[in-house]
């Protein structure tokens, strides 16, 4: 049994009991054999380890004909929390969710994204003050999830960051929170942990394999495939950035340039005034989005052609009215010699309001610990 004070081990086979749960939202005990290939006595005896650990419990039985119904089943949470941080170029936002997800506190530290030792010196008292008298006191704290932008470099967990964030390049970010917080760290790109959102949150729970697109001060991408994210040889799988030589970076759908065709307009706005404020109508939008729309459909042919995914969210940063700009401008898929329509992924915007990639870091040691397959 694990106590509150032990790190949290799970089987497989108990992981595969939980995102049964988590799939279903609420099952009987006798229900839950007909998604698994484990027997009813083995289901019954995994079903009571999570009880006794707080990671399930029972609600009143449907009655489903003759005979005594079987309990429902799903998710304490009450019990255990996870944390996530987003280190981006507008700020550092964090949360902490429940094993379903839902935020149960967050906010924006005050300090300076690129002034790494005050964020670090932040976070280590936020973290002690939710653990002594707020919401993190009575749970079981899984660890922390951190969202960076930027490009994996090593197998360290050091990135290559926009240079807004230059103070966090090549850093080992995993190390660097777990020294600081005393506590488990898990850190991926911000598109990889958006797209993870999507998945536990979003409206990814319906595609087997998806693509996501975040449209950040940069420009990226992440890979899911059968609710597990896609990383590579190097960690880098769904940077789709990266197929764009530097000459092209300029014509990306990176904001970073839509502010700077917004500035050649005459309108003067800061990245977060950008996101807050953003206006369809504004002068330079149309021409900024005509002038990517080269660069966003090649994005999309080559995830098609190299993963074929089922579906394409649109995300990150951008407003939802950018976002949905950007999808509508999207070339329709092509046609083979005959004339029918190739399978094509579905243009979706997220289903999470504003940027998914904090509570995709937050769920990033619930993913690890609780629901992923270990093999």
Request: net charge negative; proline share 6%.
């Amino acid at each position: 049994m694990a106590g509150e004070s032990e790190r949290l081990v799970l089987s497989d086979s108990e992981r595969e009991v939980m995102n049964v749960v988590r799939r279903r939202g609420s099952i009987s005990r006798a229900d839950i054999t007909d998604f698994t290939d484990l027997s009813q006595q083995s289901v019954h005896r995994l079903v009571d380890n999570l009880l006794q650990y707080k990671l399930l419990k029972t609600e009143k039985a449907i009655v489903k004909g003759r005979g005594k119904p079987s309990p429902q089943i799903t998710f304490d949470t009450e019990a255990t929390t996870s944390l996530g941080v987003s280190v981006s170029t507008n700020a550092i936002e964090y949360t902490a969710v429940d094993l379903s997800g839902t935020p149960i506190c967050s906010g924006e530290l005050k300090a300076l994204p690129n002034d790494r030792d005050a964020v670090m010196a932040e976070m280590a008292e936020l973290v002690a003050a939710l653990q002594s008298h707020g919401v993190l006191s009575k749970r079981r704290f899984i660890g922390v999830g951190v969202a960076m932008q930027g490009l994996r470099v090593t197998h360290h967990n050091q990135f290559t960051t926009p240079w807004p964030l230059d103070n966090w390049a090549r850093i080992p970010i995993d190390e660097l929170f777990q020294a600081a917080l005393g506590e488990p760290a898990y850190v991926e790109n911000n598109a990889t942990s958006a797209a993870i959102a999507e998945l536990f949150c979003g409206g990814g729970s319906g595609h087997r394999c998806f693509g996501y697109l975040s449209f950040n001060h940069g420009f990226g991408g992440g890979l899911m495939w059968n609710e597990a994210p896609v990383f590579g040889g190097h960690g880098n799988a769904g940077e789709i950035g990266s197929i764009f030589k530097w000459s092209e970076l300029p014509h990306r759908p990176a904001l970073e340039q839509l502010l700077i065709r917004l500035s050649d307009r005459g309108i003067v706005a800061s990245y977060p005034q950008l996101l807050a404020e953003f206006d369809p109508s504004w002068e330079g939008v149309a021409e900024w989005i005509a002038e990517v729309k080269p660069s966003l459909d090649l994005a999309i042919r080559a995830l098609s052609a190299v993963i074929d995914p089922n579906a394409i969210f649109f995300g990150g940063e951008a407003p939802a009215a950018l976002r949905k700009m950007l999808i509508e401008a999207c070339e329709p898929p092509d046609t083979d010699r005959l004339g029918t329509p190739k399978p094509y992924p579905q243009l979706l915007p997220s289903a999470i309001d504003g940027d998914a990639a904090t509570l995709g870091a937050a769920m990033l040691p619930l993913q690890q610990t609780i629901f992923r397959s270990r093999s």
